[in-house]
Each structure stands twice: as C-alpha cells, then as structure tokens.
C-alpha cells in the first residue's frame, strides 16, 4: 500500500513511496497531526545519491517491525534536501551546533511546533562503535516525550532560541580589497597539498571555486603561484580516479588525499563547476588536458544527464546493481585484470592496466581499479591504440547496469550548467554545446518561471514542482542568463537575468544592512530564516547573487545592482582572510569587482561577419576577471553597452570600459587580446 508520498515529484521521495512507514511530505498537515495525536515529528532528510540514505531505508524504513513502531508513536516526515535546501539548512545548523557534526541522511525529533530536540544522522539497525541501535533511539525519544515532556519542549525552545542568536557579523558593507585578496591566497597556499594538489586531507572534495578565484586572481595580478595551485589541482584530479577516464565527468569527492577512488555518484553541479574550470584554465594556459576535460566533461552532462525536456538531471547515483540483483557502490566503474582480458584479449590488456593503473591487488574494494592515468605518459603510447582500448571499454561497460539517476531538474544547479555549456561551446567551436545551453534556459523560462518572474526551485518529466525558489536558484540561473547573452548576442537573456535579480534585491536583500536570506521574505516561516554566505558544494545564493549583481550592474550601469552587490561582498571582506577554502565563489566575485569587471562591447555589421565573429571570440576568450561581453548591431537595441558604438572606419570595432573609462576602440584582435588579458 504506498503512502503519501506517492504524488510527489522528488525521485528520492518517490523511493519511499512503498516503505511501511505511513511517510508524510513537509507540510502544515503533517504538524497538524502531529498536534492531534500528541506526538512528536520524525524528520528524515535525504537525497536519491546519497549511499548512506539508501542503506538506512533498507535497514530501517523497509523493515516492517520499525515501521509500525514509527508509525504508532510519530508523525514521519520525509525532506529531499535538494528540492528544500531551506528545510534541510534551518534542521543542519541545529545538528551541527548541538553535535558538532552533519551529513545525510539527517535524523531530526521535532516538537509538534517544527522544533527540534534530539539530533542525529545515519542509525544503525543494531547497537555498534558506541553508536545506539535507531530503534533504541526511537524508544527513548518516545519514553522522554511521554515522561519528561516539559524538559523535552525546554531543550526545544532553548535550540530555537540559540540558533536565532547566531546572526551573522556581517563585517563592514565593503567589497574586499588588496589585502584581503592576498590574505586569502595566503590562507589558500598553507592548506595546499603541494604533493598530491587540491586543500586539505581526505576525504577530498574538488574546490571548483577556489581555482575560479585563484585564476581570477592570476589574470589581475599576476600571481605565479595562483596559477601553479590551480592547474596543478585540476591536472592531480583529471589523473585521478575522481575523474570517469573512460566516459567523462566527475564524481562528488575522493575518499582519500591522492584522488584514487571517489564516492561514485556524479552531481550535476559538481559537473557545471568543473568544466567551465578546466574550459576557464584552458583559456589561460592553452593547456591540452584542460581543453579535453572541459570537452568530455560538457559531452557527459549532455549525454549523460539532459533530460526529454532539454533541462539537466539532478545527479547519477554512487551505487548500481552488480549482476546479482545487490547495489554495489561503484561496480559501474570499476575493473579488474580479468575484466580487462575478457573485453580486450591479453595484449590490449595489458597495456590497459599499465596505462589504467589498474593492478592485481585492486585499489578500490575485491581486487577491482578504479581507472586513473597515474603516468604522464600520454606522448610514449600510441594514441590511436588507446583510444581503441577506451572506446571498447565504454562499449562494455555501457552493458553494464547502469546507476540510477535522479531526473528532477534544479533550477540552480541548471543556471550552472548552461553558463558551463555556453562558454565551453563558445571557446571549443562547439555550437551543438551552446544549443545544449539555450534549450536548458528555455525550458527554465517556459516551466520555472511565472508571469512575475519568480522562479519554482524543480521540475520533473515537465510538469513544475510545488517548491519556490530559494536565493542560489535566482542567482545560479541569472549567471547562467548572463554567459548566454554574452555568448549568443541574444539580449533577451540579459533582460531575465534583470528580472530575476530584481527579486534579489526586492525579496532576499535586508535593506538595513544589505545582507542576503536564502529564502525570499514572503516564503514559508521555519523556525528561522535561513542565510548562510559560505560556499560548500556549489556556491552559496550569497556570493552568487554577489557575482550575478556585478555582471548585471557591467552591462545596464544600474547604480543599485552595483551597490547591492558591493554591500553583499562585505562578509567576503569578513569571512576571505579568515576561511579561504569556505568563500571560494565570493573571493572570485570579489576580484571582478576589482578589476572593475570591464565592459566589452563589440558591434559588426552582422553576428555572421567574419570580423564581427574573431573580436567577439577574442573578447570571450579574455581572461579579465567577470568581463562582461555584448556584441552586435551598432544600432542594436539588444544591449545597452551597444549604444553609441559606431562602426570604426566601416569595420567591426571593440569598446572597452572599466570604471567609467574607456580605451579607444579597436578593430585589432591582437590588441583586444592584449588590453583583456588581466
């Protein structure tokens, strides 16, 4: 008999639908009857990759003597953090402020009035390393809500009042300067891995953000060094394991500091980050790995995960079915000697291996490799030779069963990838990769947003979730509006970017102080609003709307999208010098905002003109931190940078202006090249 969960659009939720467990969705009628029969709220928190959500639905939520326990003493209510990133952030800071640590699935008791009181993640099914079995922690929550009510509704309202006390300082309403820029870096170089690349120790996660900051701040510097951290961690991680050596993208992070063997599910976001990384590296180094990774990595999100209707899917799972019918982590991906035999014959094998390094003893779990190219050896092996091994090997694998994949569109996570698959495109003459871009933006036009703009945080197999946006959907899909425009000519984009910021400013800005809600003022209360600037996975809505404002404010001259993104960057000042690795997005919002961003405008007398093509090429290709491109017509009404801008001697020209200064035109790439180059 499924439950309630049935009609919803989250694949995670919809994985629960025929649990035993009588599951709630959030909603005011789950805590309404909560409130009737006087019992407390279950609140588990999860995501459809996430392995350890799997194992504890299986132990746990398909068992059928916990489920009646659950379902005779508790409300239960089940979240998909990526489709409530609100309800997930509010219940996350309670779990690690009451016990120092988070992660999913999250397992929160709750009052009746959506207060939490007892914390926890994943609960084994028995008693294990000091850990209480779940139906033990099920019980003493029960006999303590029985019998100790009062203390119980005490804790709660003293965690509700704790966390309203945690406002953010906010530092001083300024954009970041000089010093704090070099802080950062200098914090950045003392947590650097210089053996092995990347921050830190394991598990090691990708830091996408802090290499678009650390060649931003090369670009405007100059910094050798800054250089040397980024390209040596994206050449550490494309050698590595975390990196699909045979079809392309990235999984979530390596287990552990040398890149070996990833956790295996592949995130959407993760993707969008990293190949506009490596397409942004190749633009400063012309470096070859960073142009093919970029190039497999947009090929992967778009063969992998765009969906029937042009958007892209949340993420491909960790675990897949082994042959058996049991889900494996990474049995997709992984290889043994023998496996190699089988689809190559003794030869090929055996070059595989070596050039694979896959080994008898395995590197991952019963003899099996993850693939990795640990020898730079790309120029002593016959390079058709290994791309007949990899395409044979693509081949078999893809008869493998393949991981699950969570087709819900996110709305943020979207606006990512078409900013990705747009300048990817642009740079690689890849216009199949751009259509990819403008058919995902279609889609979030038509079914994300409404008549007054506001955008609806998911969709799945083309019908709109219930779900508003929350602050990094505005800002993700503004960024991604803007790279279209700036890559296609098309000023329609630039306009809904505008349209979607004007409710940054409107919804999500505190007007006294200029910092930033996740949720818009008029969304649903939870027990409190919640902001959090630090970026962890993908950037925070914070330090997006940061960047997305400065953009907008280079191409319209709008005063108040300038100073909102300025007065956002204050906790950028605050937080820079102090946790590098955590303000990775804003630090490089923070440098466009130095280095002005500059105002391209290139005008030709048609988008087709061969002149007109090479200056808007060149002016893509710049490496001057968040410049902003618009090219067209001279009297185009496309773009307001394309006002005023004649034709030079009857030749396609390029304007550009920083801080309300402008170069003399140019008709000379060369020169273009040389006046954007940082």
Sequence with gaps: MPNRLAHETSPYL???????????????????????????????????????CHVMAHESFEDQQTAEYLNAHYVNVKVDREERPDVDAVYMEAVQAATGQGGWPMTVFLTP????????????????????SFRQVLQGVHQAWDERRDEVTEVAGKIVRDLAAREISYGDAQTPGE???????????????PQRGGFGGAPKFPPSMVLEFLLRHHARTGAEGALQMASDTCERMARGGIYDQLGGGFARYSVDRDWVVPHFEKMLYDNALLCRVYAHLWRATGSELARRVALETADFMVRELRTNEG???????????DGTGKHVEGVYYAWTPEQLREVLGEQDAELAAQYFGVTEEGTFEEGASVLQLPQQQEGLVDAGKIASVRERLLAARSERPAPGRDDKVVAAWNGLAIAALAETGAYFDRPDLVEAAVAAADLLVRLHLDEQARLTRTSKDGHAGANAGVLEDYADVAEGFLALASV???????????????????????????????????????IRRPQDPTDNAAPSGWTAAANALLGYAAHTGSEPHRTAAERALG??????????RFIGWG???????????????VVGPSLDHEGTKTLHRTALLGTAPGAVVAVGAPESDEFPLLADRPLVGGEPAAYVCRNFTCDA??????????????
């Design 571 to 580: 906790v950028v000042k605050a937080l820079g010098p102090r946790v590098p």
């Design 179 to 193: 010093e704090e820029l070099a802080q950062a870096l200098l914090g950045l170089t003392r947590e650097y891995d």
């Design 14 to 52: 919809l994985q629960h639908a025929d649990n035993p467990v009588d599951w709630w969705p959030w909603s005011a009628e789950a805590f309404e009857e909560a409130r009737k029969r006087n019992v407390p709220v279950l609140l588990s928190v999860g995501y459809s990759s996430c392995h350890w």
């Design 311 to 321: 958007g892209f899917a949340s993420a491909l799972d960790a675990d897949s079915d």
């Design 113 to 132: 009035d959506a207060e939490p009181f007892y914390f926890g993640t994943y609960f084994p099914p028995a008693p294990r390393q000091g850990m209480p």
């Design 488 to 526: 296609t000519g098309e000023g329609v984009w630039l306009e809904f970017a505008g349209f979607l910021l004007d409710h940054v400013l409107v919804r999500f800005t505190d007007p006294e102080s200029g910092s930033l809600y996740d949720t818009a003022a008029d969304a649903e209360q939870l």
């Design 665 to 678: 035109p140019t008709t000379e790439p060369d020169r273009l090249r040389a006046v954007l180059s940082g």
């Design 587 to 601: 630090l490089a919002a923070a440098e466009a905002a130095l280095d002005g961003p500059r105002e391209v405008a």
